[in-house]
């Protein structure tokens, strides 16, 4: 049977959702209990590894001669008018990778939890959650419609809400939940606004019918605007990616999702959720081009984002919080890449990310289990020693992630700096400014983290109060004991994460981004928008890339942001205590992460309970109630009151009547004749 067929492909996102139902029904209360811990864990993550696999097998099959696609419809849910909403599948290049990036991730996501959680109570309950995950974002990239997509969309944004508030009976937990929730919703009302105007400006919701027919409305504006349908459908879409993607100013849920337990972190933030919103504007590609303006907004908006998140990485002290803001950082990277047209370098990255990434969070929870539960950097240092896999593993995946020259982070993110500096857009200054400096900070803050965890003196003792940075739901004691390596279902995720963390893109990079991996997928106006032309005219391979670079600035940058934080927290790390106390200003303002929580939550919360009052007490009381429903009653009332004295009861009353009618009857037709 062919990789490509319908019942191969539907396997793919079923297997996690049988092992997800499984797991929460029979191996909860609710269905008594039935498969234990050990049938719950075999069973979902034996649905993972099927769709892992048939994932690879799709994969090959599209790298093969003629890259075959499948574009199908597998039900129609319902037809109105001549609108078909669809459950269907586009399986192209794009979506293959997306697939085998979500499910292996997943899967070692799946493998790992087995030795984080396993004290935990929820235990079946979060594999369960995590399986369910991994269905809702295989029917989002595997979606051919727009319908589907926002199902998937909505899909991965109610699990998220689940594993981030899973310890449900912390406090900060059901804040941070709530408050992803809430500001996805902003992002998610953009969304669909964008996704109405495209179906009404075109009739349809598939893309194959949808994207042939933008070029006819080029010219076409919003009634009672000059605004381009489709500048304002392609910003309203991206909207949703801002909230999906954590992108400013809708990146204030991301970090305090760090609640939840660090399997979800590496799940949430690296392959999967966050990255929806980069593989929507690519594969949204044909409505892009069309429109200047939103690919300005896209890339101020990733510029920013890439910035002024890795400054909030430098002085944060949680190991979990670090590794959030680096995501956020990375997300504004393949943002910048999205508005400079560089679509295959914003997956590309995206997928490199995904690796480094997940491992960096897998990492930052085997030191978690090490440390006893504490996550505070302050309260580490000399870990090499007692976690060897781990301190290996951690240390290539912050080369990757500061883009040292051969591991696959600098492949992704040098091409994001080089397309950025080709691009002709008004936008690209700033960018190019952002994505340059941004390369120092992340070099600065990721071995910040580094060093003070993994070297230096040992400082574990010192922790003055263990159990306030516990990870673990119930856990609050404090282990003076000396640091261990976590046990193998921990560390095997880890090595396998390593590998491709280094290799693929060395091997990835002129397949994905000068080959003809993406043909025919991403749509780009290369008349317009040159940058990736331009880029491949100076690609010499993927070796020669990498010597090339050890002469290029982000290089001295990145390798200057190693030194500076070895000089700072090896050498003499009296310094940064002096630095915060002349610096104290700034450090408030990052502290305070640039008040834009103190924003939403004394401005735009206040402003929102104070509209909700007034539409509550005048919309509602005074207008729906008072004036329409209980006018409605109140005028039958006085109505049938006034009618009601008519009915005397009197039986010459009505004869009278009667008599008076057949009188004014005669009368009127005498008038007529």
């Known amino acids: 049977m062919s990789a490509l067929s319908m019942q191969t492909l539907l396997a793919i996102p079923l297997a996690p959702l049988v092992g997800s139902i499984a797991a929460g029904i029979l191996g909860t209360k609710m269905g008594g209990n039935v498969l234990g811990r050990r049938g719950s864990h075999s069973i979902t993550i034996l649905g993972v590894l099927v769709a892992f696999v048939l994932s690879a097998l799709v994969l090959i099959e599209i790298l093969s001669e003629g890259r075959p696609t499948f574009n199908q419809t597998v039900y129609t849910w319902m037809s109105v008018g001549g609108l078909k909403m669809e459950v269907g599948f586009l399986v192209d290049s794009l979506t293959a990778m997306m697939m085998c990036v979500v499910t292996f991730v997943s899967l070692m996501v799946h493998i790992y939890t087995i030795g984080y959680m396993e004290e935990d109570e929820g235990y079946n309950r979060?594999?369960?959650?995590?399986?369910?995950?991994?269905?809702?974002?295989?029917?989002?990239?595997?979606?051919?419609?727009?319908?589907q997509l926002f199902f998937g969309w909505e899909a991965v944004g109610v699990v998220s809400y689940l594993l981030i508030g899973f310890w449900y009976n912390k406090k900060t937990a059901i804040f941070a939940n709530m408050k992803a929730f809430l500001v996805n919703r902003v992002g998610d009302f953009g969304f669909i606004l964008?996704?109405?105007?495209?179906?009404?400006?075109?009739?349809?919701?598939?893309?194959?019918?949808?994207?042939p027919k933008l070029q006819g409305l080029a010219t076409t504006t919003m009634p009672g605007t000059g605004w381009s349908v489709l500048t304002a459908a392609a910003i309203c879409l991206f909207v949703g990616a801002m909230g999906k993607s954590a992108q400013f100013p809708l990146h204030v849920w991301l970090p305090d999702s760090?609640?939840?337990?660090?399997?979800?972190?590496?799940l949430i933030h690296a392959a999967t959720m966050v990255t929806a919103g980069i593989f929507m504007v690519s594969r949204m590609s044909p409505l892009y081009e069309l429109s200047d303006v939103a690919l300005n907004f896209i890339m101020v908006i990733g510029s920013i984002t890439a910035l002024f998140m890795g400054f909030l990485g430098i002085i944060q002290n949680d190991i979990k919080r670090v590794v959030a803001y680096s995501t956020l950082s990375q997300l504004g990277y393949m943002t910048v890449a999205l508005g400079a047209s560089a679509y295959s370098v914003a997956v590309f990255h995206l997928m490199t990310h995904a690796f480094f990434k997940a491992l960096l969070f897998l990492g930052a929870g085997s030191v978690i289990i090490g440390m006893h539960h504490n996550q505070d950097i302050r309260y580490m240092g000399g870990l090499w020693k007692h976690m060897p896999i781990t301190w290996i593993t951690s240390l290539l995946g912050s080369l990757a992630l500061i883009g040292t020259p051969l591991f696959s982070g600098f492949y992704s993110k040098d091409s994001i700096i080089e397309a950025v500096h080709l691009s002709h857009l008004p936008a690209a200054g700033f960018a190019n400014f952002a994505v340059l400096a941004g390369v120092f900070v992340t070099a600065f803050?990721?071995?910040?983290?580094?060093?003070?965890?993994?070297?230096?003196?040992?400082?574990?003792?010192?922790?003055?109060?263990a159990h306030h940075h516990d990870d673990h739901h119930g856990h609050d004691d404090h282990h003076a004991h000396a640091p261990h390596e976590s046990p193998w279902v921990v560390t095997l995720p880890l090595v396998l994460l390593a590998i491709p963390s280094v290799l693929i893109g060395y091997f990835a990079i002129q397949p994905m981004l000068y080959g003809d991996f993406f043909v025919n997928v991403l749509h780009i106006d290369l008349e317009k928008h040159p940058a990736m032309e331009e880029l491949a005219s100076e690609f010499h391979g993927a070796a020669g890339m990498a010597l090339h670079a050890l002469t290029t600035l982000p290089f001295a940058l990145a390798l200057a942001g190693v030194v500076v934080a070895y000089v700072l927290y090896m050498v003499v790390p009296a310094v940064p205590a002096k630095l915060k106390e002349v610096l104290k200003p700034l450090y408030i303002v990052l502290e305070n992460k640039y008040f834009m929580d103190w924003f939403n939550e004394n401005v735009i919360a206040r402003l929102?309970?104070?509209?909700?009052?007034?539409?509550?007490?005048?919309?509602?009381k005074t207008i729906i109630d008072g004036f329409i429903v209980n006018g409605a009653w109140k005028l039958v009332a006085r109505f049938s009151s006034r009618v009601r004295t008519v009915q005397t009861g009197y039986l010459y009353h009505y004869a009278l009547m009667m008599i008076v009618g057949v009188f004014v009857l005669l009368t009127y037709f005498v008038w007529l004749a």
């Open 258 to 266: 760090m609640e939840g337990p660090t399997p979800i972190s590496a």
């Open 126 to 147: 979060f594999f369960s959650y995590i399986s369910l995950f991994t269905f809702s974002m295989l029917m989002l990239v595997m979606s051919n419609n727009l319908l």
């Open 445 to 465: 803050y990721s071995f910040r983290m580094y060093f003070l965890v993994f070297h230096g003196k040992e400082r574990y003792d010192e922790n003055p109060d």
């Open 194 to 211: 964008g996704i109405g105007i495209l179906l009404t400006y075109t009739g349809t919701l598939n893309y194959a019918e949808l994207f």
């Open 608 to 620: 929102t309970r104070c509209a909700g009052s007034f539409l509550s007490t005048v919309g509602d």
